[in-house]
């Protein structure tokens, strides 16, 4: 079974540009849940998306923002860059996204705003 | 207090020896525990998860939970260099909208010496 997908991997912005990453989830998982990497704070949580609505949400500003489409598949979205924003970019699919369900990560999009 | 708490290390621990990895979490709500493991510059994948009181062993690694003291931990017998790399703990607990969420500690590198 392939595993969780994302892209792109790598993306390069300026300061005020907005950018969108893409998830493709394990299929038949309808859980999908975006962290945000820094060598600094760790992964942090920024919200989980399943079946196209968002259930949860972690305490980052209204910048970033995601949808999650009729396929599973999940985009999020950050709008006016700032420097801060520079990170790794996680997603992580479980099936129905409960206490127990185990999250598989994919292998993140590396975001580097200039 | 940080909602999950792991010592940053890092710990280094000679070939063939154990190592040991803690992690306490605040939410005494909190049921489901897991441990993933993240290699420089890839993402994290999942070693364990641990539900009830007690011992799971899968292998090499042994998860211990104690949910009187709030504190999981992971034992890595017969260290292999290969083990080397961050070992992440992660809780789920609720998040803003009552629904379930997993919080990360921020990881303990691990390094084996040969």
């Known amino acids: 079974k392939a595993g969780v997908t994302q892209t792109p991997r790598y993306l390069i912005k300026t300061r005020g540009q907005q950018v969108t990453l893409s998830c493709s989830p394990i299929s038949g998982h309808r859980s999908v849940s975006w962290y945000q990497q820094t060598p600094g704070q760790g992964l942090q949580f920024l919200f989980e998306y399943f079946s196209e609505t968002q259930r949860n949400k972690g305490n980052f500003p209204g910048r970033f923002s995601g949808r999650q489409f009729s396929n599973s598949r999940s985009e999020m979205n950050v709008s006016t860059l700032e420097l801060g924003d520079s990170a790794l970019y996680l997603c992580?699919?479980?099936?129905?996204?409960?206490?127990?369900?185990?999250?598989?990560f994919g292998p993140g999009t590396r975001l580097t705003v200039l | 207090q940080k909602e999950v708490e792991q010592n940053s290390g890092p710990l280094s621990v000679p070939e063939g020896a154990i190592a040991s990895l803690n992690c306490t979490y605040s939410?005494?709500?909190?049921?489901?525990f897991f441990w993933y493991r993240q290699y420089s510059g890839k993402s994290p994948e999942l070693i364990m998860s641990i539900y009830s009181n007690g011992d799971k062993e899968d292998g090499r690694f042994t998860a211990q939970l104690n949910k009187a003291s709030q504190y999981v931990s992971l034992l890595i017998r017969d260290s292999q260099p290969s083990d080397s790399a961050t070992y992440l703990c992660?809780?789920?607990?609720?998040?803003?909208?009552?629904?379930?969420?997993?919080?990360f500690g921020t990881g303990t590198r691990l390094t084996i010496i040969p």
């Open positions: 992660a809780v789920n607990g609720r998040a803003n909208f009552g629904n379930e969420k997993l919080t």
């Open positions: 992580a699919s479980s099936l129905v996204g409960t206490a127990t369900d185990t999250q598989y």
């Open positions: 939410d005494r709500g909190s049921q489901s």
